[in-house]
């Protein structure tokens, strides 16, 4: 995501804090929150994919996915 939205990101939350928003400023904030959020997520999703739990035996156990929707 490129600096410039999240900056509109950030731009949005002061806005909101002290004049509140148009419904269409409101739209807009949760489309680039949610594009942020995917944003995050697919950043990470290499990591994840590749991470593993050792547990006290010295066994190790792929990190399962858990979806939080």
Do not use: H
């Not at 909101?16 to 419904?23: N, Q």
């Not at 594009?35 to 010295?58: H, M």
């Amino acid at each position: 995501m490129d600096q410039c939205k999240i900056d509109k990101i950030n731009e949005l939350a002061q806005k909101s804090r002290t004049c509140g928003l148009t419904e269409e400023e409101k739209e807009l904030q949760k489309a680039l929150r949610t594009e942020y959020v995917e944003a995050f997520k697919a950043s990470l999703t290499g990591i994840l994919d590749n991470t593993s739990i050792q547990r006290p035996d010295g066994t190790l156990e792929k990190l399962k996915r858990k979806d939080c929707e």
